[in-house]
């Protein structure tokens, strides 16, 4: 049995990676044309029981969001994971300040859809770390600290089957992104779509 660990939320997994074909009932997120930086495409999911991960925030969440959520939109990289059994599709932003007379990446902020579901989320969290009820506008959803110092992750009821966030800061910086979680996913919350 292989772990693997991504921005806080840890899964056990029999077996992982697959090259099969997406299902031809998949229907892909089309690459928005307003977004300062393009990604690539999410990569293929296996068929397995559970459906697909088809939101994309690497799409779907806008320059604007992220803009307002304090992270850089020009920042956007591609940070996927997909195994037999379950997926994680998403993207990575970095705030970025004036530290020392330089530009530098102070924190950063990852957002994934996942077709694994909230409760499974707590059930393995809960192994590792406490982990809280929350409320994050109409959606329900747990909150827990992340994996690395200064981490802290939400994972509540999204457009698949769990949408999770996971902020992080470093210690050049004053604004603590921990201390911002509950604010940057109420902005992200905002732009899901219903």
Request: hydrophobic fraction near 35%; proline fraction near 6%.
């Amino acid at each position: 049995m292989s772990k693997y660990t991504l921005c806080g939320l840890t899964f056990l997994v029999a077996s992982c990676g697959s090259s099969a074909e997406p299902p031809s009932n998949l229907e892909l997120t089309t690459p928005r044309s307003d977004l300062l930086v393009t990604v690539s495409q999410a990569p293929s999911q296996p068929p397995n029981k559970r459906s697909p991960v088809k939101f994309d925030p690497c799409f779907e969440v806008s320059d604007k969001t992220v803009s307002e959520a304090g992270y850089s939109p020009e920042t956007r990289k591609r940070i996927d994971q997909v195994h037999d059994g379950w997926a994680f599709i998403g993207c990575t932003f970095e705030r970025i300040e004036p530290v020392r007379k330089q530009q530098l990446a102070v924190a950063h902020l990852t957002i994934l859809s996942t077709n694994i579901s909230v409760s499974e989320v707590r059930e393995k969290e809960a192994e590792r770390t406490t982990v809280n009820d929350v409320r994050v506008g109409s959606h329900a959803g747990i909150s827990y600290r992340g994996e690395g110092m200064g981490s802290c992750a939400m994972t509540m009821d999204g457009p698949d089957s769990a949408l999770s966030i996971d902020v992080s800061s470093v210690g050049q910086t004053e604004w603590n992104a921990c201390e911002q979680m509950q604010r940057t996913a109420e902005i992200i919350e905002a732009a899901l779509p219903e």
